[in-house]
């Protein structure tokens, strides 16, 4: 008996987890009594335990259902779940017979398929997901006596969801599929019973309808932008300030497409100071952190191209600074900013009068839309249209493919040919067609970076900004490993013309510049920076 009240709580709990539904107070279908979940969720285990007893080898299958959920390792979870799930396997279930246990099962397997798609990041895990959680929609219109619809739109979300992170595969049909799966959710997952569900929904059917290719593209847009803006007045950084910022950063990348950029820029702004007070409290552990600092990168890039395409190119320089500051201050733990404010574009025109002297910052900015560098010399006065130079070929996905290759789960692009480089120095015995083939891999690279860099380069010739030089770079995490040292510009190496250094940040430079000043006799940095 104590058996079977355990196995049944187990799945009661399990239930509950991967109905992926809202936690949020509910309107009651029998007021002060028992929610319609409770109620759905209460019919489904009884009839888990009439199949159970009807089931000739109960007690193996008892054992299986106490078992699995403990299971901690996903690829032992998996092999435990699959011969219940092969229809002529011996002893396997079926959905005429076992209709309940074999959604379950399936609903278990969809979960840990996608977490194990997840760690290994490859998508194998999320097709095998798609068949689970088709398999329990499929049985769910087998059970003729109990209609269950708040767990039909359940799977039909977490099918919408799958199909939508599954549309980069180049599969139109996924997308259709995404947006008919979501808008039968939205039939019973409505904004008066079930917000958080409503919300979560519509987030995914505004994604579906941004990768969508049938139809009209602007209407597809604006049906996306409403999708996700219905969504964030419930899903809000209070509630769920994870999906709140991914769900800002994408509404804004639709927003950037309609050329509403005022209006994306309003969003961005707006998540960009709620990740700055949670930075400043400081309460969560490392991960978090570095999930917030991504984050904000990605919003300040979208940003950054928003203030520009307005032609409000001070707002452009004062948003890249606090970007570049804000992620400076949490990774060395530099503290002499002012933590409430932004700086001021009169701070930053301050900082720029004061670097050394003969010194340009050049600060590229790759977003998801193109690439913009900030070119700016020192002691200027103002920014205008002639310090940026617009690239929009070359955007931050180009950038990630040609540093460090166009899978995320494999090592490829310049890094890997590098990394190549000393294998085929210290292999003595290879021949010279391995040295070419690697030598024509870095020269790919260097003609791709090209698309950046040669622009850059030609509007400081027509700045004025003269050979010899000095040029301070400001990168970051990917742009840092560039070899910028190695590009060819009008035919010669590109230190031919500039003395090219480093730094992260206008503020880093002024700083360091500073305190050199401060200790006269102490080499403390390096002398570029006297």
Excluded at 161 to 177: A, G, H, N
Aim: hydrophobic residues 40%.
């Amino acid at each position: 008996m104590l058996k079977r009240l355990v196995i049944f709580f187990l799945i009661l709990s399990s239930l509950v987890t991967l109905s992926n539904c809202a936690q949020l107070p509910q309107e009651k279908k029998y007021v002060g009594v028992i929610s319609a979940r409770e109620i759905e969720n209460n019919e489904f285990n009884k009839n888990i335990k009439r199949e159970l007893m009807r089931y000739e080898d109960k007690e193996r299958l008892e054992n299986a259902l106490s078992q699995i959920p403990r299971e901690k390792n996903l690829s032992l979870k998996l092999r435990k779940i699959e011969p219940w799930l092969q229809r002529n396997g011996v002893g396997a279930l079926s959905p005429e017979k076992q209709p309940h246990i074999w959604i379950l099962l399936n609903m278990w397997s969809a979960y840990a398929n996608k977490e194990l798609s997840y760690s290994t990041k490859t998508i194998g895990g999320y097709e095998n997901a798609l068949g689970n959680y088709e398999n329990a929609l499929d049985a769910l219109q087998i059970i003729s006596h109990y209609e269950y619809p708040l767990k039909k739109a359940a799977i039909q979300n977490n099918l919408a969801k799958i199909l939508v992170d599954l549309s980069s595969q180049s599969r139109v049909d996924y997308v259709e599929k995404a947006i008919s799966y979501a808008q039968q959710a939205l039939r019973v997952r409505t904004r008066s019973q079930f917000p958080e569900d409503w919300a979560r929904t519509h987030i995914i059917l505004a994604k579906a309808l941004h990768d969508r290719s049938l139809g009209d593209k602007t209407s597809n847009l604006r049906h996306s932008a409403d999708s996700f803006e219905q969504a964030l007045e419930i899903q809000t950084f209070e509630r769920s300030p994870d999906e709140y910022l991914m769900a800002v950063y994408e509404l804004s990348q639709v927003l950037l497409e309609l050329g509403q950029y005022q209006k994306s820029l309003t969003y961005l702004e707006k998540a960009l100071e709620l990740i700055e007070i949670q930075l400043q409290q400081n309460t969560f552990y490392d991960e978090k952190e570095r999930f917030l600092i991504n984050q904000a990168e990605s919003l300040f890039f979208s940003a950054i191209w928003a203030a520009v395409q307005m032609k409000n190119y001070a707002k452009a320089l004062q948003l890249m600074e606090w970007g570049k500051g804000r992620i400076l201050r949490k990774k060395i733990q530099l503290n002499d900013l002012d933590k409430n404010t932004q700086p001021s574009i009169l701070t930053i025109l301050h900082w720029l009068s004061d670097l050394p002297s003969d010194s340009t910052i050049v600060a590229p900015i790759f977003s998801n839309q193109g690439t913009i560098v900030f070119i700016l010399p020192v002691g200027i006065k103002n920014i205008g249209a002639e310090n940026i130079v617009i690239i929009d070929g070359f955007t931050r996905k180009d950038l990630h493919a040609l540093i460090r290759g166009e899978k995320d789960n494999e090592w490829g692009g310049y890094i890997l040919a590098y990394a190549e480089l000393k294998a085929k120095i210290l292999n003595l015995k290879n021949d010279n067609q391995e040295r070419n083939a690697w030598r024509e891999k870095i020269e790919k690279t260097l003609k791709d970076f090209s698309q950046w860099i040669d622009p850059t380069f030609k509007q400081l010739q027509e700045m004025g900004i003269r050979r010899n030089s000095r040029l301070i770079l400001l990168t970051d995490s990917d742009s840092g490993f560039l070899p910028i040292h190695s590009v060819q510009f009008q035919g010669q190496p590109l230190l031919a013309h500039y003395s090219i250094h480093f730094a992260p940040s206008i503020y880093g430079v002024y700083l360091a510049h500073k305190n050199l000043k401060k200790i006269k006799n102490k080499n403390i940095l390096p002398n570029q920076f006297e």
